[in-house]
């Protein structure tokens, strides 16, 4: 059972207006200031957010980093998460172009992150890291190329097992389908027609990104589809481009959406694309 929506942290600053400041220059936004004066607010990036206490709930300052890689300080350690590992080293070069103190560089730890460390200047240390992405990155392309074999053969049992609870289709000239259930007729549907018309075909996708952001990931990309008529001139050849989202929601990784689109038809059997 999910009990937890979000955690949001809270961190003890000394002045407001100086943290909205040091944390815009990082590209965080400032979100709300409560009070009159304000004495409570909070910085937002994306689907991120800190809470901002003024001289309350919880501590700040304590000891400073007596070495590089100190982790005996004072104040709130926090991991921020990126979503490269090149972006690791732009937050670190962003931090240090603004004069902020940074007492660890980019660096390719043995638990399997690139982290730097960066820190407020009331104490507390943010550990901005991104993790390995290669195994993650293969798992995805799996996903892809099992949807992709699984279209070939007419099959649509692995759309059962890999698409989302609440996944869409939106394929050209059609309105979108929405919810597994939905999605799974549909793609029988197509699966059947190919069949009735067709001797033989074959789909590939070329993907020009796989990009992934926490439990959040997309890949676009083109694809080429290859189809012989059973009775007619010969072989359509239809040219398109994709984009796929994932979910990750209990630990696996599932489709949620699928756009596709056609840009060309060519080919003995093919028709004029609309």
Not at 174 to 180: A, L, Q, S, W
Not at 235 to 262: Q, T
Request: glycine share 12%; aromatic share 10%.
């Amino acid at each position: 059972m999910k009990l937890v929506d979000h955690i949001t942290p809270i961190l003890n600053v000394s002045n407001l207006d100086q943290s909205f400041a040091w944390f815009e220059k990082l590209g965080w936004k400032k979100r709300f200031a409560f009070g009159e004066p304000p004495g409570f607010g909070a910085v937002k990036n994306g689907s991120s957010e800190v809470f901002l206490c003024l001289d309350g709930q919880g501590s700040r300052g304590g000891p400073q980093p007596r070495h590089a890689g100190d982790d005996d300080t004072g104040g709130t350690w926090m991991s921020w998460w990126v979503p490269s590992r090149d972006d690791v080293d732009r937050t670190y070069a962003l931090a240090q172009q603004h004069g902020f103190d940074c007492p660890w560089p980019p660096t390719d730890e043995p638990w399997g992150v690139r982290e730097c460390h960066i820190r407020h200047p009331d104490g507390h240390t943010f550990r901005v890291s991104c993790g390995d992405t290669t195994e993650l990155m293969g798992e995805l392309t799996a996903i892809r190329e099992r949807l992709v074999a699984a279209e070939n053969a007419g099959d649509p049992r692995a759309f059962e097992e890999l698409l989302s609870d609440d996944a869409v289709i939106i394929p050209p000239g059609v309105p979108p389908i929405e919810g597994k259930a939905a999605c799974i007729d549909f793609v029988r549907g197509v699966m059947a027609e190919v069949k009735e018309e067709f001797a033989s075909h074959a789909i590939t996708l070329t993907s020009a990104e796989l990009v992934v952001t926490g439990d959040l990931a997309f890949d676009r990309g083109t694809y080429v589809h290859r189809l012989t008529h059973k009775d007619g001139p010969g072989e359509e050849i239809e040219h398109g481009s994709y984009v796929w989202l994932y979910w990750c929601r209990d630990g696996a990784w599932r489709v949620a959406r699928i756009v596709g689109n056609i840009t060309e038809r060519g080919g003995d059997g093919a028709e004029e694309c609309p």
